[in-house]
C-alpha cells in the first residue's frame, strides 16, 4: 500500500515534471544542440569551437556543484551504476553494495591483480566525482590516487571524505579538465574512468590522453554509456534514436554519443593492446527504475526541489535512460586495454 506521504511526493513530482516539461519544450534552452545528435565516426572527430566547448564544461561542472549533495545523500559516495544479477530480485539496500561489486567486476574483467609484484601503486580516476572510487582503489591496493573532476564542489567534498577517512596522505584531489590532464607522461600504473567518457566531447583526445598519462604495461579501464553499435550498412543511427539521445544530452550536458566499436577502433588507431569490451547492459537494468524510486521518496522530492533547475532537469530524462535501454539504442559498455611496454 502507497503511504499518503508517497502518493503526496509522487503527485508533487508529477506535476513538478510536467510544468517544467512544458516551459522546457517552449523554451529556446538547448545548451548543447551543436554538440549533439548521431553517432561520432571511429576518428572521434566532432566540430566543437572553443565557446561550445567552455559551455559544455561549465554546464557540466555547475550540474555536479547542484546535484553531488542529493546523491551522497541518498546514494552515497559511489557516483555511478551498480551491478546487478539480471535475475535477480533487488532490495533497496542491495544498490550500494552493487556500486561496490561494479568496481570489482571491472578490475576482475581488465585482469588487475592484487600481487604485490604487479598491483597498481599510482591510479588516476578520471571524472572522480566525490572520490569514491579513488578512495576504494587506494584502500585496496594500498596505491596513491589522483582524482580529477571539473566541478569543484565534488573536489572538495572528496578530499574532506578522504580526510576523513584517514587517506589524505594517499588520495588527492583537483579540478581539472580530462582532455588536458595535469600530469606528466607515463605516470599511472592503472587508469581509471567510471561513467566519465560520456561527457567528453572529443573522443580521441579523451582516450589519447588516457593513453598519455598511463605508464608502460599500465591498463586502461573505461566503463561508459554508449549508443549501439551500428549495422555494416548504416550510416547514422536512426531519426528517433538520435532525437531519445538529444533529450538525455539536454538534461545530462553530454555531447554526442559514439559506439563501443567506435572506442575500440580509436584505442587501436593508438597501438594499445589487450583490447577487450563487454555489453554490462543487463547488469545494469535495476538502476535507472532504483534511482527513479528514491526521487519519489519525501526526501528525494524535496532535496531535488531545492538543488535548482540543472538538477530538476537531469532528473526529468531519467525515464528516457531507462526507454533508451529497452530499445537496445543505449549500451552500458566496459572497454579495457593495456598501454604496450
Known amino acids: ?129 566525490i572520490g569514491g572510487s579513488s578512495r576504494y582503489l587506494s584502500r585496496k591496493y594500498g596505491a596513491e590516487c589522483c582524482g580529477i573532476t571539473l566541478s569543484p564542489v565534488q573536489a572538495e567534498r572528496a578530499q574532506a571524505l578522504a580526510t576523513a577517512q584517514g587517506l589524505a596522505n594517499k588520495v588527492s584531489f583537483q579540478v581539472a579538465d580530462a582532455l588536458n590532464q595535469p600530469f606528466p607522461d607515463g605516470k599511472f600504473d592503472l587508469v581509471w574512468s567510471m561513467e566519465s567518457g560520456e561527457h567528453m566531447p572529443d573522443k580521441l583526445k579523451f582516450v589519447s590522453e588516457l593513453a598519455r598519462v598511463a605508464a608502460p604495461g599500465a591498463t586502461i579501464i573505461i566503463v561508459t554509456w554508449c549508443h549501439r553499435d551500428l549495422y555494416p550498412t548504416e550510416e547514422s543511427l536512426r531519426p528517433d534514436e538520435k532525437r531519445l539521445l538529444d533529450k538525455i544530452c539536454d538534461g545530462f550536458y553530454l555531447p554526442a554519443w559514439c559506439s563501443t566499436a567506435d572506442y575500440i577502433k580509436l584505442l587501436e588507431s593508438l597501438s594499445l593492446e589487450d583490447i577487450k569490451a563487454a555489453d554490462w547492459s543487463d547488469n545494469v537494468a535495476p538502476f535507472w527504475p532504483a534511482v527513479i524510486r528514491s526521487a519519489l521518496t519525501w526526501d528525494g522530492l524535496t532535496s531535488l526541489l531545492r538543488s535548482g533547475w540543472k538538477t530538476i532537469r537531469g532528473a526529468l530524462v531519467m525515464p528516457l535512460m531507462i526507454e533508451g535501454f529497452k530499445k537496445g539504442v543505449i549500451k552500458f559498455s566496459i572497454i579495457t586495454c593495456r598501454k604496450p611496454e
Open 1 to 129: 500500500m502507497i503511504s499518503l506521504r508517497g502518493a503526496c511526493a509522487s503527485t508533487l513530482l508529477t506535476t513538478t515534471v510536467t510544468r517544467h516539461s512544458i516551459f522546457f519544450a517552449g523554451s529556446n534552452l538547448q545548451p548543447l544542440k551543436r554538440l549533439r545528435g548521431g553517432a561520432i565516426r571511429a576518428n572521434g572527430s566532432l566540430a566543437v569551437n572553443a565557446a561550445d566547448d567552455q559551455r559544455l564544461k561549465k554546464g557540466i561542472a555547475e550540474f555536479y556543484d547542484e546535484s553531488s549533495g542529493i546523491w551522497e545523500n541518498i546514494w552515497g559516495e559511489h557516483m555511478h551504476h551498480g551491478f546487478y544479477d539480471p535475475d535477480a530480485i533487488v532490495q533497496i539496500s542491495d544498490h550500494r553494495s552493487a556500486q561496490i561489486r561494479m568496481i570489482e567486476q571491472a578490475l576482475l574483467f581488465a585482469s588487475v591483480t592484487e600481487d604485490s609484484s604487479k598491483k597498481p601503486r599510482s591510479i588516476v580516476d578520471v571524472g572522480c566525482g
